[in-house]
């Protein structure tokens, strides 16, 4: 079965994909018209992911690390190279792939439930059925007992909890998280940073995060990818074999954080 | 800066004033000559008016004007805001006409739709539904137009179809602002149906009993109908908030 959806990969596609790579991000340049003058945010990036993969990609902002993510979402497309995930090239969004926006991007007119519902819509799940599933994922996220408030009812962690749900619901491969902290309290991100931890151990997915955030870099990745500005390119993918579930206060972390640091502060010379 | 030798509440003390005022006006100027009806008077024109059924007649006359003018009025401004909208191309073509129509006062109108369609039920109701259109149109296509980006975007993460992202997205988030044009338009569509009534005089209609009441120089048939047309209007704003109130409860 797997050999025939190979062969037909190849034979559609020039591209060979190795095996085991997740997301293929190949030659990709992307730049964006500023009062006609083209601005190049993405240079000729190349960046292969394995399959259960954790990477996160950290760099100064404008950058362009989300520009790349929402190359990989399919809701950007490159001017040069492409992007494949799962084998496939990306022409547009599909629900092989669920995201979770710095923002949480809850439709206020629908509860919770309903939020994380609207994923199942355009796979022609019946409502009951969708119902049933979002408040399975409501559960999984630690939203039990909030299935029907609406989205201003909620603290900010609680909507973005909703939002991973929502990501989460179609049990799509990969999942593409933009900042998705970034917009918390301190004490609530690190809450959270734990239940994403916790969430992927349980539910194994590839997974991509853009931050800024170095700390949670160290904290989540099996790879950081450090990128440069103007225009974004890969500066270094640092690997990180540091035990799970990691201990933030223990020395191998407090070295890498501090080397990670310095990949910054070297940028700036 | 309230004492507590008041008892009545703050908002009535100014109508209080103001009626106090009109009878004490009405009762001087009674010798000089001056046609101010009494409240008194006022109040059993409108109890014999009531008695004789025809202010039911009146009224029944107005509300159903009102209302069929403004569904016909708020449904094409609903579908044509909705195009023009959501529809680039049909902004493009149609935009510049809507807003140079709805710089014409409906007043300027009245005559026009005289010309056409006469003195009766067609002119009236055309001109209500005019009154109607141009507020719900421009509030849904702008409504519909101003949907963030981001919800637009989450629609696509989501493959939702257009029609989907339409539906589940778009015309949602433009409600709020779809309910403001309907709220101006109900209010704008009451104004039309009494300026038609009272320069298109014919059939029943608080217009048209204002307009008797005016020739017979009887003041006080002239109050029972502002008055009614006050407490009408006041009252189908009112419904119109309640309505919107149960489509837009997810706001609080």
């Not at chain 1, 995930?85 to 629900?95: A, D, H, Q, R």
């Not at chain 1, 926006?101 to 519902?117: G, I, K, M, S």
Request: glycine share 10%; net charge neutral; charged share 20%.
């Amino acid at each position: 079965m797997n050999v025939r959806i190979d062969d037909r990969l190849l034979k559609n596609d020039s591209e060979v994909r190795r095996v085991g790579v997740a997301i293929s991000v190949d030659h990709v340049s992307r730049a964006f018209d500023i009062n006609g003058r083209p601005l190049a945010v993405l240079h000729d990036i190349s960046l292969d992911i394995t399959a259960g993969e954790f990477v996160v990609i950290v760099g100064a902002s404008g950058c362009g690390k989300s520009t790349l993510l929402r190359l990989i979402a399919g809701l950007d497309m490159p001017n040069a190279g492409a992007v494949f995930v799962g084998g496939s090239k990306v022409v547009g969004p599909g629900l092989d792939r669920g995201i979770v926006f710095q923002d949480h991007r809850l439709l206020p007119w629908l509860t919770a439930e309903e939020n994380v519902a609207a994923a199942l819509i355009a796979r022609g799940v019946p409502k009951a059925e969708r119902l049933d599933v979002a408040r399975r994922y409501l559960a999984l996220v630690g939203l039990t007992g909030f299935e029907t408030a609406y989205p201003s009812q909620l603290s900010g962690g609680m909507a973005q909890r909703a939002a991973i749900g929502r990501a989460l619901a179609n049990d799509p491969d990969v999942l593409l998280l933009d900042e998705p902290l970034g917009a918390l309290d301190a004490l609530t991100r690190l809450k959270l940073q734990n239940e994403i931890v916790r969430l992927s151990a349980k539910n194994p997915k590839t997974i991509v995060l853009v931050t800024h955030d170095i700390e949670e870099a160290v904290f989540f990745a099996d790879r950081i990818v450090v990128m440069d500005a103007k225009p974004g390119r890969i500066r270094r993918i640092i690997p990180v074999d540091l035990p799970r579930p990691r201990d933030r206060s223990s020395p191998g972390f407090v070295a890498l954080r501090s080397a990670v640091l310095d990949e910054f502060i070297d940028e700036t010379h | 800066m309230q004492s507590k030798g008041i008892y009545l509440p703050r908002g009535l003390l100014l109508p209080v004033a103001i009626l106090l005022a009109w009878e004490v006006a009405a009762h001087a100027g009674r010798s000089g000559g001056v046609l101010i009806a009494p409240l008194e008077q006022i109040a059993s024109t409108a109890f014999t008016l009531a008695a004789g059924g025809t202010m039911a007649v009146d009224v029944a006359a107005t509300i159903a004007r009102v209302m069929s003018g403004f569904v016909l009025g708020a449904v094409a401004g609903l579908l044509f805001g909705s195009v023009i909208g959501t529809s680039r191309a049909a902004d493009w073509l149609a935009s510049p006409t809507f807003n140079a129509v709805r710089q014409v006062p409906l007043t300027g109108w009245i005559p026009v739709a005289a010309l056409l369609f006469g003195i009766g039920e067609g002119a009236k109701l055309s001109l209500i539904a005019l009154a109607a259109f141009c507020p719900v149109a421009l509030n849904t296509a702008e409504g519909l137009a101003g949907v963030s980006q981001s919800y637009r975007e989450l629609g696509r993460s989501l493959n939702f179809s257009g029609v989907t992202s339409w539906w589940r997205i778009l015309l949602p988030a433009a409600t709020p602002q779809i309910f403001t044009g309907l709220k101006h338009g109900i209010a704008f569509a009451w104004i039309a149906a009494i300026a038609a009534e009272l320069l298109l005089t014919s059939g029943p209609g608080l217009g048209s009993m204002i307009e008797g009441g005016t020739a017979l120089f009887r003041l006080d048939i002239v109050m029972v109908g502002v008055c009614l047309i006050g407490a009408f209007g006041y009252a189908m704003a009112v419904a119109m908030e309640r309505v919107e109130a149960r489509f837009l409860r997810w706001r609080n």
